[in-house]
């Protein structure tokens, strides 16, 4: 190990002496504007795969990690580098975050991930390699494209992502004395999740992502015998590609949909079969919900910001649940989704009438049949059980009263459909109204 300040100093060397060679190199050469990027990109991605090795502490990373993103900042801000190195940071059109996600990803990663030094390099290989030639791959080869929220991806790319992830996994689980066929699974369970977290993911927030979840991952799946292994993968093939043939009958883009199947993933994961059915069933029914002449219009509207919005309030009771070892959360876990599903579906088909309002047959008609959809269930799984079925009774009259809160809010504001506020608003009365069902049980 060499001195930390010593280690600083050579890693800061790199980046500053990268910058001229890269500029050079373009003014050679003319090549795409893409590749400089991703030349910046894997080449200090490779460096900071040395740092466990580098550093023994975590205080250097997170020095490096503020330096190189202030210069990075400057070189987009300050006139004398932006004229110089601009080329190489600000290629790209669209508004990006990336050149800071990164080394807050790599000083996150090492303050969690140094003690295990071969998860680290295999979650930064990813993004260091994965992402860029990715990223080539699409521009230069891709022809099969698809719909996020931050433009159109590539089949070719993504697929040539899940091929570096799986191989990067393979090869460092391997190198750590994994078995083949643990590894092999383990390798290609998360290369499929990993490259759903990179087809979702928005204004570079994957160089964020991507590390992170593939350590969360690697950390547990690293002890799962092989048959856990197995479901686990055959589980996230068919829910992610179940979404994306049903997301032609969504208003969702493609992104929004592998993303629904991503959340119902991780839903069943956390919690088990019965935490998937809500999720799964939000996704299924609003679209059951949706009149055609809605879906045609409105095609692609959605992305991955408004599934977000719908997961939230779910997710913080699955978490709560889990933490605090809570099964009776699933009620109002079940809630959250039914109310959204409800409002969801009174919006859609309000849209679609002439004057565009909610009207009283509507308000009525689509949260009964939300009720039955998402409840029957819960009192199939769980049985005629008095606390299950009280449960039930109670929670269901919340369905009504979140619908007409939100439609009373809608009809007085005249939010448009796919504004942030509405779905903001939509998920405070989820999250208020799920929370007083909750204590209305409790109280009970």
Not at 57 to 84: C, D, G, M, Y
Not at 134 to 160: N, P, Q, R, V
Not at 237 to 250: H, I, K, N, Q
Request: contains cysteine.
């Amino acid at each position: 190990m060499v001195s930390a300040w010593m280690g600083i100093i050579f890693v800061l060397a790199i980046l500053l002496g990268l910058m001229p060679a890269l500029r050079w190199y373009e003014g050679k050469s003319h090549p795409h504007p893409e590749v400089l990027r991703k030349l910046l990109h894997v080449i200090m991605g490779s460096v900071s795969i040395s740092f466990p090795w580098l550093f023994h502490e975590v205080w250097p990373i997170w020095v490096l990690a503020v330096s190189s993103a202030t210069f990075l900042a400057l070189v987009k801000r300050w006139l004398p580098l932006r004229s110089r190195f601009a080329s190489i940071v600000c290629s790209i059109k669209r508004k990006t975050y990336g050149e800071f996600c990164f080394p807050l990803a790599v000083a996150m990663l090492f303050t969690v991930a140094h003690a295990q030094p071969i998860f680290y390099c295999i979650s930064l290989s990813i993004l260091a390699l994965g992402d860029a030639l990715a990223a080539l791959i699409g521009i230069f080869y891709g022809k099969h494209k698809y719909t996020t929220s931050d433009g159109l991806k590539t089949i070719e790319g993504s697929f040539c992502f899940f091929v570096v992830s799986a191989f990067a996994t393979y090869g460092g689980l391997v190198l750590s004395g994994t078995n083949f066929a643990p590894a092999l699974a383990i390798a290609c369970l998360l290369g499929c999740l990993v490259t759903a977290f990179e087809a979702i993911a928005w204004q570079g927030l994957d160089n964020l992502f991507i590390p992170l979840s593939a350590f969360a991952l690697l950390k547990t799946l690293a002890n799962e015998p092989l048959d856990i292994l197995a479901q686990q993968l055959a589980i996230a093939v068919l829910l992610l590609t179940a979404s994306m043939f049903w997301r032609v009958r969504t208003t969702l883009d493609d992104g929004a949909a592998l993303g629904a199947g991503l959340f119902c993933y991780v839903s069943w994961a956390v919690g088990g079969f019965p935490w998937l059915l809500p999720p799964l069933t939000a996704f299924v029914l609003h679209s059951l919900l949706m009149p055609r002449k809605f879906r045609r219009n409105m095609l692609h509207t959605h992305s991955i910001h408004q599934v977000v919005w719908v997961a939230s309030v779910g997710f913080l009771w699955l978490f709560m649940a889990k933490m605090l070892d809570a099964p009776l959360l699933l009620i109002p876990y079940t809630l959250s989704y039914a109310i959204h599903t409800s409002l969801i579906g009174c919006a859609h088909v309000c849209r679609t009438q002439r004057s565009g309002r909610y009207n009283n047959k509507v308000m009525v008609y689509v949260p009964m049949v939300t009720c039955t959809c998402f409840f029957l269930p819960v009192l199939v799984l769980n049985g005629l059980g008095q606390a299950t079925l009280t449960g039930t009774l109670l929670a269901a009259p919340f369905v009504y009263t979140g619908t007409l809160a939100f439609c009373l809010w809608y009809r007085r504001t005249g939010e448009t459909f796919s504004a942030t506020s509405r779905w903001a608003m939509q998920t405070c009365v989820v999250a208020l109204s799920s929370a007083v069902g909750l204590v209305s049980i409790l109280i009970y």
